[in-house]
């Protein structure tokens, strides 16, 4: 799936939420409308949300949209650790906001390249 157009959402709506956006989405299917791509990561309270999304992986998050980039070009560009920022790539990967591949990287094995999943991402919280 290309993530060019393709939104992320992040709620911290519960499962009201979860069921709600399902119906929507079933009555924009019953009316014969396109569901537009959307990647949802929903949490039961926006302190879990917030757990997840520290500062830091949301800078994370802008660097991975601007470019798809190395774990380590990636960690030189944030000032931070290379292995901080490859803990908060698989993190934000598990839960579906990043993406990895590997390729080629000449004399040097292979290398780890972090992309978006998606070209926006929308954060909710409902408290």
Known sequence: MKNK?????????????FFERAREHARRL????????EVT?????PADMMRVLSSQRIRLLRAARQK??????????LQRDA????RDVD???HFGLLRTR???????GRRRIVEP????YQLVAAI
Not at 5 to 17: E, F, L, M, P, S
Not at 30 to 37: I, K, M, T, V, Y
Not at 41 to 45: A, G, M, R
Request: a neutral charge.
């Open 91 to 93: 993190l934000l990967e």
């Open 5 to 17: 157009n393709v939104r992320a959402r992040v709620a911290a709506d519960g499962t009201r939420g």
């Open 68 to 77: 798809p980039s190395p774990v380590s070009d990636l960690a030189l560009r």
């Open 102 to 108: 590997y390729e080629s990287n000449p004399g040097h």
């Open 117 to 120: 999943r998606a070209a926006s």
């Open 30 to 37: 019953d009316r014969g409308l396109e569901l537009a791509p």
């Open 83 to 86: 292995r901080a920022v490859s």
């Open 41 to 45: 990561v929903s949490f039961e309270n």
